[in-house]
C-alpha cells in the first residue's frame, strides 16, 4: 500500500499544478486578466513570480495528497463511510492551509465558512458522481451474472 501511495502521490503532484493553472486560466477568460497568483499570495511572498512558485509547489502538493489518499477507497475492510470520514479528515485541512497560505481566502470567519461551504459542496459533488458511477457498474455486473 505504502508503494501505491508513493505512486499515486507522485502522479498527483503534476496534475495538481494542472488543475490550479486550469482554474487560473478560467478565471482569465471569465474576468479578462490573468493573475499568475491571488494578489494575497503575491503580497505574503514578496512578489508575483515568488507567489507563483509557491503556489505551483503546494498546488502539487494538493494534488499529492488527494492521489495519495485515494488508496482510502480501497480498503475493503472499511466501510463507505469510515473511508470518506477518513478521506475528508486527510483532505480537508491540508486544501484548508494551502487556501491560506495562497491567499484564496481569508483567515476569518466569513472566510472560513465560505471555504468550507465550497469546499463541502464540491466534495460531496464529486463523493456523489463516483458513487452513483459506480454503482451502476455493480448493478451491470450483477445484471450479467447467471442466475
Known sequence: MKKQILLRSA?????GVCISNGILLIFAVCFGEYFPCAPDCAARFGSEVAGAAVQFFLSGLVGAVFAGSSVIWEVESWSLLRATATHFCITTPTFWVVSLLLGWCGLNLWGALSYLGIFLAIYVSI?????????????KINRNLPQ
Open 127 to 139: 463523493w456523489l458522481s463516483q458513487y452513483f458511477a459506480y454503482r451502476r457498474k455493480i448493478e
Open 11 to 15: 502522479l498527483g503532484f503534476p496534475l
